[in-house]
């Protein structure tokens, strides 16, 4: 339609025949007035114009369904609705909802108390009781008056029941009925039973409504009469009560038989009840609990081992469940004895084999050291075999449960004993090496039971002992090791996890072993032997973890160099891919036999005494040998880099072949080398190849017998019903939640506009007050200069 809405709108008002002169002359004849139905039809055809013209009042959508007529325009159109008239009523109804709401909204409920004298405050409480009772009686007393009632029962007739309401009956009927029923009843028992009338009905309802009445009105009556006959007792029977009293003799033996009855139910509380012992487990179920045991602590090392927390609270424990043979040897297994706890007490007379293994002192010359020369005042005079019993009999006498105290004293004996087997370590122990093994093999297991009660002394004198070790090595470098530092390293590999991602002792103290073995400068024989133990310690901390340490590698090609080199070869094409710090140190021996087990002994490295040099050469070579093909085997093997970290080895071991051919070591490490070479491939770095995702291809679906009615065609009426209930509730659901989201912006609007309005309220009050006050001040300060003015006039 073209041209502008108003004269579109001006035409078709025109077609319709609503506006303008019609063609048609009526005359006065045939003049009537409108009908009805001519205005419905006015009214019908402005609506239709009026949805024309103004297309966003109807909602619409498409019709599915194009198979109407062609001729009509729009015909893929349905109106389905009025938005803005809905939306109108639904604004309405929240505008109503919400004032019911605004005017219930703190209003108190509706129960008002109509008690007697509740809102009386002149009256007292026994004034307002006697009122109620008074008022209670008389109501009770009202509702006897019923009871002997003549006229209740005048349409009914005074043959039909009596005064309590029972229905007068005989052989079955009423007697109001008519004499000759007896007849008409034994006419009707061959017949079917008769319906009962209306009236008969409402007479029986009355009967045994007055009948039950008449109940609850005797046990009323019965009860009010006890109730009388109780007050009326009442004073006679507290002045019998209070005329007896008891002797005092009487409430002697009461008070006595109350107290043995009190101890004889405290002793009955405080006495121990049987219970059921524990089943006696099988073989097999002891060793599944064993296993699960294992199993569960190996997940807590792995979890450690990868910086995992150990537990819920994030608390990291300190000392790790660890086999008797963390370093080979058996000597933790010979001292079964335990440490006693808070709880339980273990006697240290006796050792595992049942043998008397020392004599205890007496408990009053028994002292807890607290410092290092306490320590050695207490162990002076007593033999160095005999000090782990005595150190025994210290922790057994100052346990935590006998005295107050003993908690913080035995942590800082576990310090002592510490720093005391450092401080045997230092002396010299030449003379009799077998006992101190022994001593200290005791002094260790002692010290591994205390490092469970008291791991938090122990870590923080470890860490202390670290940092004095590390602060003398940069002071004196190789000069300031001893023994007792190779020692202290020991102990921390049995006493703590090594394992761990972080330690608070175990990883400063591999730290500071991987400095030494690279600071080092090897300069003689002996430092390469400490080198060989301090290799050994680092690969004894990795035996779990496996983890790489290049310091080792590094060690071992300057180690093998420098006992491989002579002074000769200098000027060779010797290749020396790191630099040396002695070109004196080489096998002087032509064949050389390496021992089957290399034993380097410690004491001997920090000594002053001279040493067989080439024997020592050879156990140095033994050890590192050994230490070698345990990493190829066990440490390496899993390396992505396996292959280049044997290069840097490989042509050492080849040089030691060629030269001495007699070490047969060297030629099993070279031959296992190369087999694990081959196995070990390398693959260049690529993008991760993921497949290519298909594009689905669905074929179409074709159904014979469409109908568009139909909304499934499953064939399951439950599954169907299901589905439908399903898509339902999930229309129900959205429709709420989405006239919950209206009510609620609603609100919001409505509490926005009452605020508005309040702040409008208010600034115009203000407003109203401040122009009253500047009025009241400019009407007092005109007067003012209208007086003054005159005042100056005068003058």
């Known amino acids: 339609m073209a041209g502008s809405q108003l004269k579109n709108l001006k035409a078709t008002l025109k077609a319709h025949g609503l506006t303008g002169q019609t063609n048609t002359k009526h005359t006065k004849k045939t003049k009537r007035q409108a009908r009805e139905y001519d205005r419905e039809e006015k009214a019908k ?7 024309q013209f103004n297309p966003f009042e109807v909602k619409a ?74 008022r209670e009686r008389q109501s009770t007393s009202s ?28 052989l079955g009927a009423s007697l109001g009925d008519d004499f000759n029923l007896q007849d008409e009843v034994e006419d009707d028992l061959d ?58 003799k009487k409430e002697e033996e009461v008070g006595e038989n109350e107290k043995d009855y009190d101890i004889k139910v405290k002793e009955l509380l405080m006495e121990k009840r049987a219970a059921p012992a524990d089943r006696t487990k099988t073989e097999e179920e002891l060793q599944k609990e064993a296993d699960e045991k294992r199993q569960q602590l190996e997940e807590q090392r792995l979890n450690r081992m990868k910086g995992m927390v150990e537990d819920e609270e994030g608390e ?37 084999a049942g043998n008397e293994s020392h004599k205890p002192r007496k408990k009053l010359a028994i002292s807890c050291p607290q410092s290092q020369e306490e320590m050695l005042n207490e162990l002076k005079g007593t033999p160095l075999i005999d000090q782990p019993s005595h150190i025994k009999d210290i922790i057994k006498a100052y346990q935590p449960k006998l005295a107050e105290g003993n908690k913080e004293k035995l942590a800082q004996f576990s310090k002592i004993l510490l720093r005391y087997m450092i401080f045997l370590a230092n002396q010299k122990y030449d003379s009799d090496i077998e006992t101190f093994d022994k001593t200290q093999d005791q002094f260790l297991s002692i010290l591994k039971k205390l490092s469970e009660k008291y791991n938090q002394a122990i870590s923080e004198e470890c860490r202390s002992y670290i940092t004095n070790i590390q602060a003398r090595f940069k002071k004196f470098n190789f000069s300031a090791f001893s023994t007792g530092d190779i020692l202290f390293f020991l102990i921390v590999g049995i006493l703590f996890s090594t394992s761990d991602q972080y330690h608070l002792v175990g990883t400063p103290a591999q730290i500071l072993l991987s400095e030494f073995l690279e600071q080092i400068r090897f300069k003689s024989t002996k430092r ?12 004894k901390y990795q035996r779990l973890p496996r983890r790489y340490v290049p310091e080792i590698t590094y060690f071992i090609q300057k180690s093998l160099i420098s006992l491989l080199i002579k002074e000769k070869d200098i ?88 030269r001495y051919p007699n070490i047969s070591t060297v030629t099993k490490i070279i031959e296992k080398l190369q087999r694990m070479k081959k196995l070990n491939t390398h693959y260049p770095l690529t993008l991760q190849a993921h ?105």
């Open 61 to 134: 959508a498409k019709n599915k369904r194009k198979g109407g007529d062609p001729g009509l325009k729009n015909s893929d159109k349905v109106a389905v609705g009025k938005p803005g008239i809905s939306k109108q009523i639904g604004e309405e109804q929240r505008m109503k909802a919400f004032e019911a709401k605004r005017l219930m909204k703190k209003r108190k409920g509706g129960v008002i108390d109509k008690r007697f004298g509740e809102r009386d405050k002149n009256l007292t409480e026994e004034e307002k009781m006697l009122e109620r009772f008074t």
């Open 45 to 51: 055809t402005i609506a239709k114009i009026r949805e």
């Open 691 to 795: 497949r290519p995702t298909a594009i689905p291809s669905y074929a179409p679906k074709f159904e014979e017998n469409f109908n568009p009615e139909k909304k499934s065609y499953d064939t399951d009426a439950t599954r169907n019903e299901v589905n439908r209930m399903k898509a339902q509730l999930k229309k129900e659901r959205k429709f709420t939640m989405k006239e919950l989201r209206k009510d609620t912006k609603f609100e919001a609007r409505q509490r926005i506009d009452e605020k508005r309005k309040e702040a409008e309220v208010y600034h115009a009050k203000m407003s109203n007050i401040i122009n009253t006050i500047n009025t009241e001040e400019g009407a007092e300060k005109n007067k003012y200069e209208r007086e003054k003015r005159l005042r100056a006039g005068k003058k």
């Open 528 to 539: 390469i032997a400490v080198g060989a133990i301090i290799m050994r310690l680092i690969i």
């Open 316 to 352: 990291e424990k300190g000392v790790e469940d660890l086999d008797d043979g963390f370093w080979g040897s058996d000597s933790e297994n010979e001292d079964a004895d335990e440490i006693a706890n808070s709880d339980d007490d273990v006697d240290f007379n006796v050792d595992s």
């Open 143 to 170: 509702k006897k008056k019923d009871l002997f009632n003549l006229e209740d029962d005048e349409d009914e007739g005074h043959f039909e029941s009596d005064m309590f309401g029972n229905k007068l009956t005989h």
């Open 191 to 248: 017949q079917p039973p008769r319906k009962k009338t209306k009236a008969e009905v409402m007479k029986e309802i009355i009967a045994k409504s007055k009948f039950h009445k008449h109940e609850r009105q005797e046990a009323q009556r019965k009860m009010e009469d006890n109730i009388d006959e109780l007050d009326d007792d009442f004073e006679d029977v507290m002045a019998e009560l209070m005329t007896t009293q008891p002797t005092k």
């Open 571 to 658: 000027d060779s094409d010797f290749p020396l891919p790191i630099r040396l710090d002695s070109f004196e140190l080489g096998i002087t021996s032509k064949d050389p036999v390496l021992p089957e087990q290399g034993i380097i002994h410690l004491h001997e490295l920090f000594s002053k005494d001279n040493i067989d040099e080439e024997k020592l050469k050879l156990n140095i070579l033994a050890n590192i040998f050994e230490d070698l093909d345990k990493m190829l085997g066990n440490y390496w093997n899993d390396k992505a880099a396996f292959t280049e970290l044997c290069d840097t080895i490989q042509p050492i071991l080849k040089i030691y072949s060629e």
